[in-house]
């Protein structure tokens, strides 16, 4: 049985043997995705390799603050004029994950694969997963530590954003004495917590008030009051002039309701199509739930995409939690 020490070793040789480098985190990025993706650089940068940051599509307004976060290619906005034989993936539960960036890659390329979720399915030809770490931010910081390349304000602001958004200011289960180690290291570097904290997890642009306001308003709860779920449908996106990044928080607003085990947002793709995110209080796996769906995540947060309507996708998730509980 492989340690996760030397799955961080064989990961130092897998970037000290390679260059020209392609990173790159799952669609959609949250805090984690984005700051994972420009902590390796980072980590390539004081290494003087070659590599190139890149997401399916732009990265959330709110984390432009971090050094370098204006050198990830928005592939949308950009034209393809070669691919990758080595690249990196981060913060991504499983490959598909990566979006149509895998069009960059070659067929058969050199990947590490550097994820937290319990449900990765190691995918790579080089695995740097540990499902027990709060954040793949978390597992940058043991890679970084192994370099021995000193540290600065700018990877400790990245790494201490992955951190304390994925586990909502240090407030989940995942938040382990290690967890509270390195961000007491990371804030003795200079990063600001209190001003992170409020940009990141208390401030609300409009277009995230209105949408917020609009999925209360879909409200519903299981007969015994154990299940809660919004909804927010493209209209109302249209309507609060949101973006897919202004929904981020939605669903543990059902799910704080007193006596509530699991929160849903299903989120309206298009009239075949709509995705579920879930959070659990601790009774339900909502990872397990994800799966049996096509998706994945974490025992208390996880997410999958259902072809079908509003009403039968919604009938089919709430009807499996039910199961569940």
């Not at 392609?22 to 390796?40: C, E, I, N, R």
């Not at 895998?102 to 990765?120: C, K, Q, R, V, Y």
């Not at 997963?129 to 370099?147: G, S």
């Not at 006596?259 to 209080?281: C, H, P, Q, T, Y």
Request: hydrophobic fraction near 40%.
């Amino acid at each position: 049985m492989r340690t996760y020490e030397q799955d961080l070793l064989d990961a130092r040789t897998f970037i000290e043997k390679h260059d020209d480098f392609l990173v790159v985190a799952h669609v959609q990025p949250d805090g984690d995705a984005v700051s994972s993706t420009l902590a390796v650089g980072w980590l390539l940068s004081r290494l003087g390799k070659t590599f190139t940051l890149i997401n399916e599509g732009p990265i959330p307004q709110r984390m432009t603050y971090m050094h370098g976060a204006g050198t990830i290619v928005d592939m949308s906005l950009t034209e393809r004029t070669r691919t990758y034989g080595s690249v990196i993936c981060v913060d991504c539960a499983d490959f598909k994950r990566v979006g149509l960036v895998s069009e960059w890659m070659e067929e058969g390329a050199n990947m590490l694969n550097i994820d937290h979720h319990p449900t990765n399915d190691r995918y790579g030809t080089q695995n740097l997963i540990k499902a027990d770490a709060a954040a793949t931010a978390e597992i940058l910081y043991d890679l970084v530590a192994l370099f021995d390349l000193g540290w600065d304000r700018n990877i400790a602001e990245m790494l201490y954003t992955g951190i304390l958004t994925d586990t909502g200011g240090f407030r989940y289960s995942s938040t382990s004495p290690k967890v509270m180690q390195i961000a007491s290291h990371l804030l003795e570097l200079g990063v600001n917590g209190p001003d992170l904290a409020d940009s990141l997890l208390e401030q609300l642009t409009k277009p995230q008030f209105d949408v917020l306001t609009l999925a209360l308003g879909t409200l519903q709860m299981s007969e015994n009051g154990q299940v809660a779920w919004v909804h927010v449908t493209p209209e109302h996106m249209i309507q609060a002039g949101a973006a897919n990044e202004d929904l981020e928080g939605i669903v543990n607003y059902p799910r704080n309701i007193q006596g509530v085990e699991v929160g849903v947002l299903f989120k309206v793709i298009d009239e075949n199509a709509v995705k579920a995110s879930m959070r659990s209080a601790g009774k339900v796996d909502v990872a397990a739930v994800a799966a049996e769906f096509g998706g994945g995540g974490h025992v208390r947060a996880a997410g999958c995409r259902l072809e079908g309507t509003l009403e039968e996708v919604t009938k089919l998730v709430i009807e499996r939690i039910k199961q569940s509980l």
